[in-house]
């Protein structure tokens, strides 16, 4: 899926997208706004290998509603399990 931009989640120190990571909410919002120039129909993912990791998942279910991606448009998986919002 081109359209899938995966925001990974492996500690409480950030958010990873792409090999960078973003150590706050407004990083997480600037980086994926910069995104969605390109890809205006992409889908966050937010994957997390932990729910112990809520710090850093928090920060990118908060910087991605605040970039206005939510409803179909964005999902959280943690451990390969959904969460429901």
């Known amino acids: 899926m081109e359209n899938?931009?995966?925001?990974?989640?492996?500690?409480?120190d950030g958010v990873d997208l792409n090999g960078v990571k973003l150590r706050s909410a407004s990083e997480v919002t600037q980086?994926?706004?910069?995104?969605?120039?390109?890809?205006?129909?992409?889908?966050?993912?937010?994957?997390a290998t932990d729910s112990k990791w809520y710090?850093?998942?928090g920060m990118a279910i908060y910087g991605s509603q605040r970039g206005g991606f939510l409803d179909g448009r964005f999902r959280v998986l943690?451990?390969?399990?959904?969460?429901?919002?």
């Open 4 to 12: 899938l931009v995966i925001l990974r989640i492996v500690d409480n």
């Open 55 to 57: 710090e850093s998942i």
């Open 31 to 47: 980086a994926l706004e910069k995104i969605a120039a390109d890809k205006a129909d992409m889908i966050i993912s937010v994957e």
């Open 78 to 85: 943690i451990d390969g399990q959904p969460l429901e919002l």
